[in-house]
């Protein structure tokens, strides 16, 4: 579901728009995208800032609060959140709630595409061919000056943190959790349901898996993370000038496997 708001943001500066607020489609006009907004509204994201900054971002930037959308996917950002880091990326380069600042842009478009997010890195490419000589070694100084913070060296480990304090909170009768929110399950007021990476994330006060080991384990976690935005190659059979390739002719069987060393066998 929220995939779509996403490839929007993507899709809109590898084809150049200068403006995602200025494009033809608003997010806001589109059903799914909709939905996915009411999703991150309702989902929980108890102990999980990276969600927090990302959801809380999204739904800023698509209502072009574009100032508190920067300040959310900064917190995204803090806590290895790529999706919030390729958004500041991308704002920086549109002069959405900032100034326009190519240098600035590219270095956060680089951190994004550090897992190699093939988006991501085609997003950070493209922005990389307009730049000057100048800009680039800019853009790359800064970006190692940001990595000391928000790379996955220092940022994952901060979120790795977070994920276990969430865990210590959660006591053998379950009743250390409080979402902060407080609705009935499958109530009118409990948003469309997120699924990220694979796995189902819960929605405050209205149930779901919170207690799933995917959602706290920081090896498991990062994993579901990683599988939203990796690329998914199934392969086939080989072929060669568009014609199967034949299977090799079958061995004749060995002898000795059925016990006989190739001799004839004796006679009765």
């Known amino acids: 579901m929220r995939g779509r708001f996403y490839k929007f943001i993507v899709a809109a500066t590898m084809l150049g728009l200068v403006s995602i607020a ?13 939905n996915t ?10 102990f999980h800032p990276d969600l927090f900054g990302e ?13 508190d959308a920067l300040k959310y996917f900064e917190i995204g950002a803090l806590y290895a959140d790529k999706m919030s880091q390729l958004s500041l990326g991308l704002m920086h380069m549109n002069g959405e709630g900032t100034a326009k600042d190519p240098v600035k842009a590219y270095a ?14 085609a997003t950070r490419d493209s922005l990389k061919k307009t730049l000057t000589p100048e800009q680039l070694a800019q853009g790359q100084a ?30 053998g009768s379950r009743t250390g959790y409080d979402s902060g ?3 009935l399950k499958n109530t009118p007021n409990c948003g469309p349901t997120l699924v990220i990476g694979g796995q189902v994330q819960p929605q405050a006060g209205c149930g779901g898996p919170i207690f799933a080991k995917e959602r706290w384990d920081p090896k498991l976690y ?3 993370r990683d599988r939203e935005y990796k690329a998914q190659v199934s392969v086939g059979n080989l072929e060669e000038a568009g014609k199967p390739i034949a ?8 002898p000795a496997a059925n016990g006989n060393d190739g001799a004839k066998p004796p006679a009765h």
Request: hydrophobic share 40%; no cysteine; charged share 20%.
């Open 222 to 224: 990062f994993a579901a």
């Open 142 to 171: 800064l970006r190692r000056t940001l990595g000391e913070k928000y790379a996955d060296a220092a940022a994952k480990p901060r979120l790795a943190t977070q994920l276990h304090l969430g865990q210590m909170q959660m006591t």
């Open 181 to 183: 929110i407080y609705q």
């Open 37 to 46: 907004l009411r999703g991150m509204a309702t989902a929980s994201t108890w």
């Open 108 to 121: 956060w478009l680089d951190l994004a595409a550090e897992r190699e997010y093939p988006d991501f890195v």
């Open 22 to 34: 200025n494009a033809e489609e608003d997010p806001l006009n589109d059903p799914e995208i909709q």
């Open 55 to 67: 959801f809380a971002g999204m739904r800023a930037y698509a209502h072009h609060r574009y100032g």
């Open 247 to 254: 299977s090799p002719p079958p061995q004749p069987a060995d």
